[in-house]
Nanobody, 123 residues
Framework: QVQLVESGGGLVQAGGSLKLSCAASGRTFSAYAVGWFRQAPGKERDFVAVISYPGGSRTSYADSVKGRFTISRDNAKSTAYLQMNSLKPEDTAVYYC???????????????WGQGTQVTVSS
């Protein structure tokens, strides 16, 4: 079992930045790929970014966030991050981190999920 807890969400103006954290406990964090997903009201949960294990040498991003968001991980702290810059109102959603032994852009592939953190971008 892996337990995930997101933090760092909040209210920010368009053009601003936020850094989300995903703290893991339980099994060895470095053995899992970590993905970030987001879900806006009335919409499906969408892929945002994913980072490989153990060291994060591979990353992948949704087209909508490329060049603005950066995913990273610190295995010593069992934490993954999502740095979000140049935020837009359409980035408003609940952001979730997820972990699995496979690196995937599909939420159905992930076994472990956090509870989510709200990000609201005002125009």
């Amino acid at each position: 079992q892996v337990q995930l807890v997101e933090s760092g969400g909040g209210l920010v103006q368009a053009g601003g930045s936020l850094k989300l954290s995903c703290a893991a406990s339980g099994r060895t964090f470095s053995a899992y790929a970590v993905g970030w997903f987001r879900q806006a009201p009335g919409k499906e949960r969408d892929f945002v970014a994913v980072i490989s294990y153990p060291g994060g040498s591979r990353t992948s991003y949704a087209d909508s966030v490329k060049g603005r968001f950066t995913i990273s991980r610190d295995n010593a702290k069992s934490t993954a991050y999502l740095q979000m810059n140049s935020l837009k109102p359409e980035d408003t959603a609940v952001y979730y981190c997820a972990a699995d032994i496979r690196m995937s852009e599909h939420p159905s592939q992930y076994a472990y999920w956090g509870q989510g953190t709200q990000v609201t971008v005002s125009s």
